[in-house]
């Protein structure tokens, strides 16, 4: 939130232009006049030759080209006006004012630079002194050119309207990025906590019991934290690495539950690679083992498995527990995994959770197929 609140300041601050932009900036200037000016010496050269009247394309195109170079030299005084006086509140009213007085000084600096050229153009208002001409073209004339100015500063409030747009949707996309990543982190640290007082639940048990399984399972979950740790700011871990996690994991679970508990982990190698979120299977198997293998009288298994198709990574946790009640509300776990996985994902996940035909529940994932190369 810092870095945005100082970027919005640095934002807010006037854009120093470097050479290379005011570079670019000026060829696009001459490369937008130009083109205005081939548009009306191609409007006066037509208009010509219907009315039967002699215009030479290269006249025609000589004299907007005068008219329009000195339009040219003129814009960067009427953009950088322009930005010291923008046409927006709270100086609205004098910034008219003095936008009005300079697209008239400007509209006569055309008009008179164009009297001096215009004999040698051979333009058609063309009296024997600049005096003159100058005169008869203010006559005619003027009033076609001041809006000219008003066009430019038109355009650079259009631009800057637009560019102010773009930057606050950035601004707003960052933000989101990071309210994303905030709330990931506090889904995850949500998740940790309570892991840890499952485990340590279990070693409570086991030192009753068995003094050297607790001591092993000590270690088991101390190796387990430090590698949590480790990726605490990875938002996703290869599925190499998640499967290494559950293992530690179903190893300390295991020395609770001894011979009640079995567990297969069918990962083919080649999607060993995939991308998937840190700690994404380790909700659905706790989920299975406490609420679905603790309430058995017998002994179950939990099978984990894994399989690309298409474009799609699938996660499969399967228990032959005692199912799903009927209205059954979610548990912290699995609303945290279905909201961690939206936040990733948006609309490009699935997460499934059913009753198994055999007994037992199913739960699936399913997740946009992403490798680390």
């Known amino acids: 939130?810092?870095?945005?609140?100082?970027?919005?300041?640095?934002?807010?601050?006037?854009?120093?232009?470097?050479?290379?932009?005011?570079?670019?900036?000026?060829?696009a200037i001459l490369a937008a006049w130009t083109l205005v000016a081939m548009l009306f010496a191609g409007q006066a050269w037509f208009a010509a030759q219907v009315r039967g009247e002699p215009l030479a394309w290269a006249r025609a195109s000589a004299i907007w080209l005068v008219w329009a170079a000195v339009w040219a030299a003129l814009t960067p005084i009427a953009l950088r006006l322009e930005a010291r006086l923008p046409l927006q509140r709270p100086r609205l009213l004098g910034a008219l004012a003095v936008h009005g007085v300079a697209s008239a000084t400007c509209a006569l600096v055309n008009l008179a630079l164009f009297a001096l050229a215009a004999p040698v153009i051979g333009a058609t208002q063309v009296e024997p002194t600049w005096l003159g001409t100058f005169s008869r073209l203010l006559s005619t004339t003027l009033l076609l050119n001041l809006p000219v100015y008003w066009l430019i500063v038109a355009a650079a409030h259009v631009e800057r309207l637009v560019r102010a747009a773009r930057e606050k949707d950035r601004r707003q996309l960052r933000l989101e990025a990071q309210l994303a990543d905030a709330r990931l982190q506090t889904l995850r640290t949500q998740l940790q906590p309570h892991f840890l007082f499952n485990a340590l639940n279990t070693i409570s048990v086991l030192m009753h019991e068995n003094v050297d399984s607790a001591d092993r399972i000590l270690l088991q979950l101390s190796a387990l934290l430090r590698r949590s740790l480790d990726s605490t700011d990875a938002h996703e871990v290869t599925l190499g690495e998640e499967i290494g996690f559950l293992e530690n994991y179903l190893e300390i679970e295991q020395a609770r539950f001894g011979e009640r508990l079995s567990y297969q982990i069918l990962i083919?190698?080649?999607?060993?690679?995939?991308?998937?979120?840190n700690l994404i299977l380790q909700p659905l198997v706790e989920n299975a083992l406490r609420h679905g293998l603790a309430t058995r009288a017998g002994p179950g298994r939990v099978e984990i498995n894994a399989d690309r198709q298409g474009d799609s990574l699938l996660l499969r946790v399967v228990d032959d527990g005692?199912?799903?009640?009927?209205?059954?509300?979610?548990?912290?776990?699995?609303?945290?995994?279905?909201?961690?996985?939206?936040?990733l994902y948006a609309d490009r996940q699935r997460i499934d959770v059913r009753n198994?035909?055999?007994?037992?529940?199913?739960?699936?994932?399913?997740?946009?197929?992403?490798?680390?190369?």
């Open 322 to 343: 005692r199912g799903l009640p009927p209205a059954a509300t979610e548990r912290v776990g699995l609303a945290n995994t279905r909201a961690r996985l939206r936040l």
């Open 356 to 373: 198994s035909d055999a007994g037992g529940v199913i739960a699936e994932i399913e997740l946009p197929w992403r490798t680390v190369t």
């Open 1 to 27: 939130m810092a870095q945005l609140a100082r970027e919005e300041r640095e934002g807010a601050r006037p854009v120093v232009e470097t050479g290379s932009g005011i570079g670019r900036r000026g060829v």
């Open 268 to 277: 083919p190698d080649q999607v060993l690679e995939a991308r998937v979120p």
